[in-house]
């Protein structure tokens, strides 16, 4: 990381059940550092709502970092878009073409799921409030790889036709997450709503919110100032808070 080595701690474990469990179960001390876990095989990694991640030994970037925010600042909503809008930025970079954003958490290249990011907030007890920012990419799927819940998967080496070198990746991300985060933690996410809505994979397109005990219909018009998703339906615009709802397309 060159210029950053001196703000990232990277634990690299050979196993473990969850790289975000890791954070919560022992929190590291705060040294003014951003502590990162990054494993070659997590065996129960976690999606939202009780869902799973999967993940491969050799094909898979699993890592979770804990991020910590000024003391009395309120931890904001909307981590998972700027954690997303980093992944997006990051891919960008390397040349991958296609990559969009799908509200709130989820990374698609041409409509296909690439990556999944899970936000967990760490309890305060009177420290400094700290959010664990999961994240998992997939870099070769194997062939036989099983993902249900999605229409298409897809995997770096395929999108590039290359590949990538898991631990390149991982520190160009970091690099990327630190601007990021540095920005939202001054400005919050209005600083970054541009840059995710020209990314937003269903921008003016109509989709339905599930999760809730009935499911919403509307056209998707965008995100607000403090990340919520904006759902033009019958009766005005509504605000859907992330959380427990998913996104489809209608
Ligand atoms: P969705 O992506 O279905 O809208 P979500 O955002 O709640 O739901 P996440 O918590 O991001 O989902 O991730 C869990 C889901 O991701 C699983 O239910 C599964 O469908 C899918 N999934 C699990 N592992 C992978 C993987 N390696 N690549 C792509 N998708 C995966």
């Known amino acids: 990381l060159g210029d950053l080595d001196a ?9 473990c059940e969850s790289t975000n469990s890791v954070l919560m179960d022992a929190p590291p001390a705060d040294d003014g550092r951003v502590h990162v876990v990054l494993t070659d095989r997590q065996t129960a990694g976690r999606g939202r709502r009780g869902r799973q991640w999967q993940s491969w030994q050799g094909g898979s970037l699993t890592f979770s970092a804990l991020w910590r925010f000024d003391a009395g600042a309120p931890v904001p909503a909307g981590l998972s878009l700027v954690a997303g809008l980093a992944l997006a930025r990051t ?15 989820d990374v698609l290249i041409h409509g296909a799921k690439l990556a999944g990011i899970l936000v967990e907030l760490l309890p305060g007890r009177g420290r400094t409030p700290a959010a664990i920012i999961g994240i998992g990419v997939n870099l070769s799927l194997p062939p036989t790889a099983t993902i249900e819940g999605q229409k298409a998967v897809t995997d770096l080496q395929r999108e590039l036709g290359r590949d990538v070198d898991r631990d390149t990746l991982l520190a160009a991300l970091l690099r990327e997450l630190h601007g990021l985060l540095t920005t939202y933690a001054a400005a919050g996410f209005p ?16 989709v339905s919110i599930l999760g809730e005990a009935e499911a919403l219909q509307g056209t998707c018009i965008g995100v607000a100032e403090d990340g919520a998703l904006l759902l033009r339906g019958e009766d005005g615009v509504r605000r859907i808070l992330s959380g427990e709802v998913s996104l489809r397309a209608a």
């Open 7 to 15: 703000q990232f701690s990277v634990r690299h474990l050979p196993a």
């Open 91 to 105: 891919l960008e970079q390397l040349g991958v073409a296609g990559v969009q954003l799908k509200w709130p958490n």
């Open 191 to 206: 600083a970054l709503r541009a840059a995710w809505e020209q990314r937003n994979a269903f921008a003016g397109l109509p």
